[in-house]
């Protein structure tokens, strides 16, 4: 840990391809490794990805560069979506040979053997292995190869994981890019809000949206973007850290192309001051949100939402003047032509965008003429999120020229079926109900079985209670945390306790004699298929409460082929998601609404803030199907409401009558 960075291997920088031009960029810019993703099972399905015919001749090509590439399969599988996602891997192996694939959904630890797919297997973010504990556990029991950590992470909270890593087990740090609200893996907002899955690559970033809370309308949880810019550096003496990560597979060649730039140099020349400040001259030019280093540095923490900054994707180049008669741009920066530039923020469903035609210098006059049905008015924010300079072009237009098409296989179709695990005879106990809360109250709780495991729980419980009681850990575990969140565990199994529920698969490390145990894997587990639950079994699970996300038709198939007892979560407060930080300017525990005019409210528990819609999930009326489906465990998750908030009475039925997008 304390090696000269000279004397140490340097860290491969990981660069997003979300299309043709920008994988091509990467290898022009020097990347070392490329991640692009399929048009199915992708965590960024809004990019427009590949095929396997389109990438097959990229992946040769950038493996005569000497560039790696891996496949993003980093999607929450259906029942329904095994036998394809397997057939996918086949497919992968046979024709383009990528060097591994990220994903988050444990069924593909299985399918990969199932498919005899030969590479590495990376667990995304999404995962959430977020605290030290973990990493023996995911390299020794799942033979995983490299871990992408959570991008909140400070620069203490990342050695300690670095300290705890096995050393055939890589570690991969995101450097720069977009940052999402709740944490990843935790987030279910656009999920609850529409049937449409952050947890499948197809959010629709309601956190980007405009609140409204006491007659302030903010865009209060969207993030600015991460850049470590020159703090890189101090990653350089953690040999631990394999890889540095950019984010961005929705965005062009241009962007890839100069960021990938930039952190190569800062990687190989950044102790020279000419060269740090090339470098940090080609992130301004990268086409980004304004940049934050977000937690990286412990001492000196900056709060992502920033409410007095531009936050829509793109650079900021200013805003429409003029009047209805004449309106222009005075850009900040000058402007090319082919440069694309977009008006108005995504969210906002008249925003549009156009190419400009002619040179306009930093702080010349781009004239607007707004199309039919546009809403386009002075004040309306304006920014570039695309450039084809010349040089760029022609670099492209060359390495493309090296890519030569092999000849495609008559038939891409793939056989394959999934080998679905037996249903297992524990299946068939009486059905319970499980009530969970926070803390025993002054009268107690006649439905009370269980609880939050913290510190303010287990103060002053009853002795009675201790072995009864189901324990539930939370979501979330920060390396910060883990000795704490070990040592509540171990004071409650002193106490008698045997029943836990885990809320990631890697709170096992937790626990030593797991075989007299009676450990559940929670909701946040995001399970949602047999072979993620095959996986949960190997790592010793009793039981399971899946996914609440999930529709009708999957909650009924999914017990078919479980190797274990089965739960889900039926009433009760769900969160939209679970974040770490939270503007300063939103209050908790105080009801904020959204431009659709749902409202919801956020609380601190830990370190972490919750944030819960006003209204609760209620699939009580369904039990009887679940019971005779097979499920045996069913969850009410019972929350302190504030004083300030009013529940409102809604069906509750979440995705049930849909089928999740």
Sequence with gaps: MNDEPSKLKRPSILAPAGNKASFLAAIAAGADEIYCGLRQFSARMKAKNFSIEDLAPLTRLAHDKGVKVYVTLNSLLKPDDLDVAGGLLQRLSRHVKPDGIIVQDLSFIQLARQAGFPGELHLSTLSNVSFPEALKLVRNTLGVHRIVLPRELNIDEIKAMALACPKDLGLEVFVHGALCYGVSG????????????????????????????????????????????????????IPEIRTWKIEGRKKGAHTVYYTVKAYRILRDQGTDPKMKKAALELLAYALGRTGTHYNFLPQRPQNPVNLESQTGSGLFMGSVKGSKQTLFLNPREELLPGDLIRLGYEDESWHTTTRVGKYVPKGGRLYLKPRSKQRLEKGIPVFLIDRQEKDLKEILAELESECVKAPVPKSLVSNFVARKPKRSGKNKGAASDLHVFRRLGKTGHRDLSGLWLSNPAIKNLPKELWSRLWWWLPPVVWPDDAQNQKEQVDAVL????????????????????????????????NIANELALKTLESLGFSGAIVSPELGRKDYL?????????????????????????????????????????????????????????????????????????????????VEPIPKDVDLKK???LWNWDLDLI
């Design 186 to 237: 935790r987030c279910y907002w656009s999920s609850y809000f529409g049937g449409k899955s952050g947890l499948r690559g197809r959010c629709v970033q309601p956190c980007r949206r405009v609140y409204t809370q006491k007659e302030r309308r903010k865009r209060f949880f969207s993030c600015q973007d991460l850049s470590l810019d020159v703090l890189v550096k101090v990653l350089l003496s």
């Design 494 to 525: 002193k106490k008698g306790a045997r029943n836990f529920v885990l809320n990631a698969p890697w709170q096992t490390g937790f626990f030593t004699h797991l075989k007299t145990m009676n450990l559940w894997a929670g909701p946040f587990c």
């Design 557 to 637: 198939l999914l017990p078919k082929h479980s190797p274990l007892p089965l739960g889900m979560v039926i009433s009760g407060n769900w969160p939209l998601c679970v974040s770490r930080v939270l503007s300063d300017q939103l209050e908790i525990e105080t009801s904020f609404a959204s431009p659709k005019g749902e409202k919801a409210w956020a609380r601190k528990f830990g370190a972490d803030y919750w944030v819960y819609p006003n209204w609760t999930l209620d699939l009580k009326a369904k039990q009887r199907a679940l019971e005779q489906a097979g499920y045996s465990l069913f969850v009410h998750l």
């Design 650 to 652: 809604r069906p509750g």
